[in-house]
Antibody, heavy 121, light 106 residues
Framework: QVHLVQSGAEVKKPGASVKVSCKAS????????LHWVRQAPGQGLEWMGW????????NYAQRFQGRVTMTRDTSISTAYMDLSRLRSDDTAVYYC??????????????WGQGTLVTVSS | DIQMTQSPSTLSASVGDRVTITCRAS??????LAWYQQKPGKAPKLLIY???SSESGVPSRFSGSGSGTEFTLTITGLQPDDFATYYC????????FGQGTKLEIK
């Protein structure tokens, strides 16, 4: 079965960077886009971007352009989300999620367990 | 950016009720819309994709409809497990989420 397992919680200071990993198993890693979604405490879901694990192509939400980098290592079926110049309002749970369909957008079916990133001085 | 607006923000209902949540897009997204259910401390769960197609394993009491800019999620015969927060998401261009609708027990 499909599993997405994310790295553990992080505590960072303002201005620092954080890199969250998402290890996929149970399916062909390069066959499905992976998205990153975050959720601040008590708030709604916010889409950050996607990566095509096959090509490495990315598409970032405009508000994160210049601060976020999504990469992948196909040899270990793992995707990464790097967010730089952290601010206190970046404190959130960060999720990776896999597209339902291969090669086509159709919703996010499988989700990681979430990684809490806390930004505090 | 496409803006997704859900209404209501909070909905109080009883077990057995039929409830409807609305999601409006700031421009046409055809039928490229998904609905998710999220419970506290858990990742979202996909319920509906392409506006009205049910994800595998989702109870038939959940249904979606709409196209263009207006969409609805209907739950017919609320069960205790359905009290949660619901989000719409467009995937026509920006993958924006609505702000969420919290479904509470009356």
């Amino acid at each position: 079965q499909v599993h997405l397992v994310q790295s553990g919680a992080e505590v960072k200071k303002p201005g620092a960077s954080v890199k969250v990993s998402c290890k996929a198993s149970g399916y062909t890693f390069i066959g499905y886009y992976l998205h990153w979604v975050r959720q601040a405490p008590g708030q709604g879901l916010e889409w950050m971007g996607w990566i095509n694990p096959s090509s490495g192509d990315t598409n970032y939400a405009q508000r994160f352009q210049g601060r976020v980098t999504m990469t992948r290592d196909t040899s270990i079926s793992t995707a990464y989300m790097d967010l730089s110049r952290l601010r206190s309002d970046d404190t959130a749970v960060y999720y990776c999620a896999r597209e339902r369909g291969s090669g086509t957008s159709s919703g996010l079916t499988f989700w990681g367990q979430g990684t809490l990133v806390t930004v505090s001085s | 950016d496409i803006q997704m607006t859900q209404s209501p923000s909070t909905l109080s209902a009883s077990v057995g009720d039929r409830v409807t949540i609305t999601c409006r897009a700031s421009e046409s997204i055809s039928r490229w819309l998904a609905w998710y259910q999220q419970k506290p401390g858990k990742a979202p769960k996909l319920l509906i994709y392409k506006a009205s197609s049910s994800e595998s394993g989702v109870p038939s009491r959940f249904s979606g409809s709409g196209s263009g800019t207006e969409f609805t999620l209907t739950i017919t015969g609320l069960q205790p497990d359905d009290f949660a927060t619901y989000y719409c998401q467009e995937y026509n261009s920006d993958y924006s989420f609505g702000q969420g609708t919290k479904l509470e027990i009356k």
